[in-house]
C-alpha cells in the first residue's frame, strides 16, 4: 500500500500563489506515473496534471500556463505550483499514484490506485 500525504493547502487570494506538496512513501513518485486531481464542491474530480517517471508533465487546459508538477526523486515527493488562483481553483486537491503506468500516463482517476486524503485550496475573489 503506497501513502500519499498531502500539505500546502489553504486560502489565498485572487491572482496569489500557493505550492501543494505531496510525500510519497517509498519511491513511488519516481518510478511511476504520479498526477493532482481537484474536486471542486459540486463537480467530478479531474486531473490537473501529472509527471512520469522521466520528469516528463503535463497540465491540463484549465490550468496551463498558471501551474506547474514537479518532483523531489531525493524526497520522493511531488509539488503543484499554483500561480494566478482564480476563484473557480477552490477545490479539495487531491495527490494519486498510477501503480500500472511509468511512461504514458493517464488522465482519467480510474487509473489511479493510491489516492491522498486531499487538501482543500479556497481561492477568494
Known amino acids: 500500500q503506497v501513502l500519499l500525504l498531502e500539505s500546502g493547502g489553504g486560502s489565498a487570494q485572487t491572482g496569489g500563489s500557493l505550492i501543494l506538496s505531496c510525500a510519497a512513501s517509498?519511491?513511488?513518485?519516481?518510478?511511476?506515473?504520479t498526477a493532482w486531481f481537484r474536486q471542486p464542491p459540486v463537480n467530478e474530480r479531474e486531473q490537473i496534471a501529472h509527471?512520469?517517471?522521466?520528469?516528463?508533465?503535463f497540465v491540463a487546459g484549465a490550468a496551463k500556463g498558471r501551474f506547474a508538477i514537479s518532483r523531489d526523486s531525493a524526497k520522493n515527493t511531488i509539488y503543484l505550483q499554483m500561480n494566478s488562483l482564480k476563484p473557480e481553483d477552490s477545490a479539495v486537491y487531491y495527490c494519486?499514484?498510477?501503480?500500472?503506468?511509468?511512461?504514458?500516463?493517464?488522465?482519467?482517476?480510474?487509473?489511479?490506485?493510491?489516492w491522498g486524503q486531499g487538501t482543500q485550496v479556497t481561492v477568494s475573489s
Open positions: 494519486a499514484a498510477d501503480e500500472a503506468s511509468i511512461v504514458s500516463c493517464w488522465s482519467s482517476l480510474y487509473t489511479y490506485n493510491n
Open positions: 517509498g519511491s513511488i513518485a519516481s518510478t511511476h506515473c
Open positions: 509527471i512520469n517517471r522521466d520528469g516528463e508533465s
